[in-house]
């Protein structure tokens, strides 16, 4: 149990045109989804925290309207990036933390999306 | 301001050794979960702590929550290869806030 789907696993654009990333938790519901950005051998840096039915938080410095994220159901998250420039490259992971059954701050990563902007 | 500090940052070890990665905060947490990622893929959850002082087994794996819930350990038995990976730990104060990640710890194990 506890699984989080990500689509697509790797993406290769344009600079200049926008992506699309897709968050699924398959065998659980999902209030909040995490979207994260992690660059060679560091840590996790969150960008956001995607909330079903209402508007995402965003950490600072992360342009809301670069990346938009919307959270339409208990089980799917999606973050576009919009107008994708080369420094947007990066390793994307969403997460998604279970909406019961679970005391603590448990989340469970999707296997990340790598995006490379040419 | 790092909240979670992972030591050390990189280490290399020969299968069969122990080993011990620490966590550290200033800051009190509910809960503390423990996370293994290899290249390319999403972290593992391996164990979430929340009660000070708490020890988990997890195989080879032992994991200790601080008596102050302020830090914890990850102590590895007789390291393999496939314990190969990015060790991250992540707290959260309350049960429905955010997580804050540490560095992170790269292990290798040499065959």
């Known amino acids: 149990g506890a699984v989080v789907s990500q689509h697509p696993s790797r993406v290769i654009c344009k600079s200049g045109t926008s992506v699309k990333i897709e968050c699924r938790s398959l065998?659980?519901?999902?209030?909040?989804m995490f979207w994260y950005r992690q660059f060679p051998k560091q840590s996790l840096m969150l960008m956001a925290t995607?909330?079903?039915?209402?508007?995402?938080?965003?950490e600072q410095g992360v342009e809301k309207d670069k990346f938009l994220i919307n959270h339409a159901s208990l089980t799917l998250s999606t973050l576009t990036v919009t107008s994708a420039h080369p420094e947007d490259s990066s390793f994307y992971i969403c997460?998604?933390?279970?909406?019961?059954?679970?005391?603590?701050?448990?989340?469970?990563f999707g296997p990340g999306t790598r995006l490379t902007v040419l | 301001t790092q909240l979670l500090e992972q030591s050390p940052q990189f280490l290399s070890i020969q299968e069969g050794e122990n080993l011990t990665v620490y966590c550290n905060s200033s800051?009190?947490?509910?809960?503390l979960q423990w996370y293994r990622q290899e290249p390319g893929e999403g972290p593992v959850l391996l164990v979430t702590?929340?009660?000070?002082?708490e020890v988990k087994k997890l195989k080879r794996l032992t994991f200790q929550f601080g008596d102050a819930r302020k830090d914890s350990s990850l102590h590895i038995t007789a390291a393999q290869p496939g314990d190969t990976g990015l060790y991250l730990c992540?707290?959260?104060?309350?049960?429905?806030?955010?997580?804050?990640f540490g560095d992170g710890t790269t292990l290798t194990v040499k065959p």
């Open positions: 997460s998604a933390r279970p909406s019961s059954g679970r005391a603590y701050n448990e989340q469970f």
């Open positions: 800051s009190v947490f509910s809960s």
């Open positions: 995607s909330n079903e039915g209402s508007k995402a938080t965003y």
């Open positions: 992540a707290g959260a104060k309350t049960n429905a806030g955010k997580s804050t």
């Open positions: 065998d659980f519901q999902a209030t909040t």
């Open positions: 702590v929340v009660t000070g002082g």
